[in-house]
């Protein structure tokens, strides 16, 4: 199934970069971020110097299709948690609202057990942000729609009929 564009308003965005600043900070992570299912990076706090964002965030969400394969192969419909441990740094992946990725890079400063019990809070925010957000989306949608008058709308057949008759 394909989703529809993500379109980010700014109350929810800032919104987002909170949650993520927060998530970085009560889990100390080096870095965060927030993906969508396409690679397109949304957002990014902590120390990104040192990384290719655009990169590791394609493949990032590379990674997640590659798995989403694998777990159809054994009957699964996802796997919403990926785990990649590194000898200096850790990457902990999850699904958030079934379109976004979030991404929590870590060293031995933290521990997984707190980096997940961080991420499941910061993911119960961030799903209500996509909640308002889809809400927010709608709502533009069908005020768009009410605000669309077609040029023809006024036109009847017996116009169209006088006017080719005359």
Not at 85 to 97: K, M, P, Q
Not at 117 to 141: G, N, P, Q, S
Request: net charge negative.
């Amino acid at each position: 199934m394909s989703l529809p564009d993500l379109v980010l308003y700014d109350e929810e965005f800032r919104r987002i970069k909170d949650s993520l600043q927060r998530l970085a900070s009560d889990a100390n992570a080096n870095v965060v971020f927030l993906v969508d299912k396409n690679g397109q990076q949304i957002a990014a706090v902590g120390d990104l110097q040192s990384l290719d964002t655009t990169s590791l965030a394609s493949l990032t969400a590379g990674n997640v299709a590659a798995t989403d394969g694998l777990a159809r192969l054994i009957g699964e419909r996802e796997f919403s948690i990926l785990f990649h441990e590194g000898e200096r740094d850790n990457i902990h992946i999850s699904i958030v609202a079934q379109r976004v990725i979030l991404v929590v890079i870590f060293d031995e400063r933290t521990s997984l057990g707190l980096v997940r019990l961080r991420v499941r809070r910061a993911m119960a925010e961030l799903e209500k942000v996509f909640e308002d957000i889809a809400r927010k989306a709608e709502k533009d949608k069908q005020a768009l729609q009410a605000d669309f008058d077609s040029p023809f709308a006024e036109i009847t057949d017996e116009d169209i009929d006088r006017l080719f008759s005359e």
